[in-house]
Nanobody, 118 residues
Framework: QVQLVESGGGLVQPGGSLRLSCAAP????????MGWYRQAPGEQRELVAQ???????LYPDSVKGRFTMSRDNAKNTVYLQMNSLKPEDTAVYYC????????????WGQGTQVTVSS
């Protein structure tokens, strides 16, 4: 069973920053598109960022310029650096791995809570 293990969530004030981490198996890092999704209460899960094995990234307009996804292949870890956080960024954030960009992920992490509040 594939395990994606997230860490780094928490409570932050508006305008603050957080960095999420996701540890994945080496073979997943090598061949899959890694991503971050989020889901707020009562809302659908939405894509936040994706990164290919070549390091190409994709972001929706809602986070573009504020969030940055990166990968460290030596550590088998992907990161989501979140800056200028807003209350509407509050959600459970999930790490994902999928076969193709913009396709439904094959694997999910357990999720980590991010709360933006003063």
């Amino acid at each position: 069973q594939v395990q994606l293990v997230e860490s780094g969530g928490g409570l932050v004030q508006p305008g603050g920053s957080l960095r999420l981490s996701c540890a994945a198996p080496k073979v997943i890092m090598r061949f899959y598109v890694m991503g971050w999704y989020r889901q707020a209460p009562g809302e659908q899960r939405e894509l936040v960022a994706q990164i290919t094995s070549a390091g190409n990234t994709l972001y929706p307009d809602s986070v573009k310029g504020r969030f940055t996804m990166s990968r460290d292949n030596a550590k088998n870890t992907v990161y989501l650096q979140m800056n200028s956080l807003k209350p509407e960024d509050t959600a459970v954030y999930y790490c994902s791995a999928g076969a193709l960009v913009n396709s439904a992920p094959n694997f999910w992490g357990q999720g980590t809570q991010v709360t933006v509040s003063s």
